[in-house]
C-alpha cells in the first residue's frame, strides 16, 4: 500500500500520515521532518536544506529526491509506506513515478487534503511540536501539561517556519509549485480528495473510508 498525502501547510498531513502509519503498519515518510532531523543533527544536507525552508521555500528537487530514492530502498518500505510532503513538484511526482516503476510498483492513491488560506494560517500560528514527532494545537489539541509532550514528557517547540511571513511564503510556494500535482495525480486515476475542515479524527474516519473503498482494511480487520 503506497500512499501519498497532498495538502497545503497546516492542512494535517502530518497527523493524518501519523494516523495511517499506526492503522495500517506502514513507515511515515516526511520529508519534512528527514529535513528538520538533518539541521538539529548538523548536517551538510541540514545545512542546504535550512537556506530554503527558513525563508518559506522549497528545498530544490535535486536534493529531495535524492533522500526520498534513498528512504523507499529501504526494506521497510517493501510491503509500502505514506509519503507526507513529497512529492511537492511535477519534477518530484515523475521522478517518484520512475523510482515505484523500477521496483514494478506505483501508488495506489494520491489523497488531497483540501483546507482554505485562513484555515492554514490559523493552524500553524497555534501549532507546537515536540522532537518524538507530536504535534499540538493551542485549540485543536492542547497537551495534558503546557509545554510538555504528552506522550514522550519532551519539551514541545515553535517551528521557525510557523512565523507569520514564512507561512504566507509556504503558502505561495504550494500554490505555484504544489498546485499543478494535484491534476498529475487527478490524470491519472488516483487522485482522491478530502475534506480537511473537520476535527481530524473525522477527518481520519475519510480516509479509513477512502481506503477502505481502494480494498485497504486495517490492521484489526
Ligand atoms: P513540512 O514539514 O512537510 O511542512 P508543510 O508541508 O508546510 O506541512 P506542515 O508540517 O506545516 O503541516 P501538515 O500539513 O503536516 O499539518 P499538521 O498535521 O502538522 O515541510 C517543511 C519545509 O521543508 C517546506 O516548507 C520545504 O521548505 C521543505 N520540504 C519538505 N518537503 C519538501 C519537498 N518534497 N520538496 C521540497 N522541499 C520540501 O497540522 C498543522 C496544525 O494543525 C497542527 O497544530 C495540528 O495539530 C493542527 N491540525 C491538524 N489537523 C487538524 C484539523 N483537522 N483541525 C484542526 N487542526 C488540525
Redesign the pocket.
Known sequence: MIVILL???????????AMIAETYGIPHI????I??KNIKDGTELGRK?RE??DK????P?EV?NGIVADRIAGKDCAEGFVL??????ID?ALMLGSLLEKTGRRADIAID?IVGDDDVIH??S???MCKCGE???VD??KPRVEGICDKCGGELYV?D??KPETVVR?LR?YHEKTGPIIEYYRKSGILAGID?????A??SKSIVEVLGAHGFVTGGE
Open positions: 495538502g497545503a501547510p497546516g492542512s494535517g498531513k502530518g497527523t493524518q500520515a516526511s520529508t519534512g521532518d529535513f528538520r536544506a530554503y525552508i518559506g521555500l522549497l528545498v528537487d529531495t507526507d510532503g513529497y512529492p511537492r513538484t518530484q487534503i493552524r500553524l497555534g501549532r507546537s504535534t499540538y494545537h485543536y489539541k517551528r517556519d510557523d509556504r510556494e480537511g475542515t473537520p476535527r481530524p473525522e477527518v
